[in-house]
T-cell receptor
Framework: GEQVEQLPSSLIVQEGASVLINCSYT??????FPWYKQEPGKRLQFIID?????ERKQTQRLTLLFDKKTKHLSLHITATQPGDSAIYFC???????????FGTGTSLLVDP | DPKIIQKPKYLVAVTGSEKILICEQY?????MYWYRQSAKKPLEFMFS???????DNQTASSRFQPQSSKKNHLDLQITALKPDDSATYFC??????????FGPGTRLTVL
């Protein structure tokens, strides 16, 4: 089955810095890649997604890049704020049964 | 987001007992899911339902049984509870294969 890996597992940055979170997947049948953010004790919150027919998607301070050939995604967050502190999860689905396979998460801490 | 409700928020159970985790969504979605998050494993898909019919089941154990009494409900019955079942169980919903919205979770502790 699909396997999703994320790196790094944790990041600590100063407020205002940019961060890059990398994600790789194994199943070439995966076509949809939503990303989620989870603050401590809270629900997963959808932040951005991309489909396999796209290479790039941007929303406010988030840019998501997708490389189908290498099965790799990267999430770029600019001008980080303390409110960005959370665990970020990459996920992938082939849409068969709509099952999302999640990565192990990247814990981001933004120091004010 | 109160549009996906999970009850209870916290649950403590003894080994061997049975519990039901409740999930209701008021987003008008046709698909609902259960995921599990524990300290030992990343977020793990369990079940997906569409129009109250099972689409996918990745849970090896029959001790976990989803129950859909209404279109916007997907409860999770867990029998013969074990300490390893301790985890936070998240319900989610979506319209077909679009983005999934998650509930606040039920944190289950099995003693």
């Amino acid at each position: 089955g699909e396997q999703v890996e994320q790196l790094p597992s944790s990041l600590i940055v100063q407020e205002g810095a940019s961060v890059l979170i990398n994600c790789s997947y194994t199943d070439s049948a995966s076509v949809y890649f939503p990303w989620y953010k989870q603050e401590p004790g809270k629900r997963l919150q959808f932040i951005i997604d991309i489909r396999s027919n796209m290479e790039r998607k941007q929303t406010q301070r988030l840019t998501l890049l997708f490389d189908k050939k290498t099965k790799h995604l990267s999430l770029h967050i600019t001008a980080t704020q303390p409110g960005d502190s959370a665990i970020y999860f990459c996920s992938a689905t082939s849409n068969m049964g709509y099952k999302l396979t999640f990565g192990t998460g990247t814990s981001l801490l933004v120091d004010p | 987001d109160p549009k996906i409700i999970q009850k209870p928020k916290y649950l403590v159970a003894v080994t061997g007992s049975e519990k039901i985790l409740i999930c209701e969504q008021y987003l008008g979605h046709n698909a609902m899911y259960w995921y599990r998050q524990s300290a030992k494993k990343p977020l793990e898909f369990m079940f997906s339902y569409s129009y109250q019919k099972l689409m996918d089941n990745q849970t090896a154990s029959s001790r976990f049984q989803p129950q859909s009494s209404k279109k916007n409900h997907l409860d999770l019955q867990i029998t013969a509870l074990k300490p390893d079942d301790s985890a936070t169980y998240f319900c989610a919903s979506s319209q077909d294969g679009a983005e999934q919205f998650f509930g606040p979770g039920t944190r289950l502790t099995v003693l």
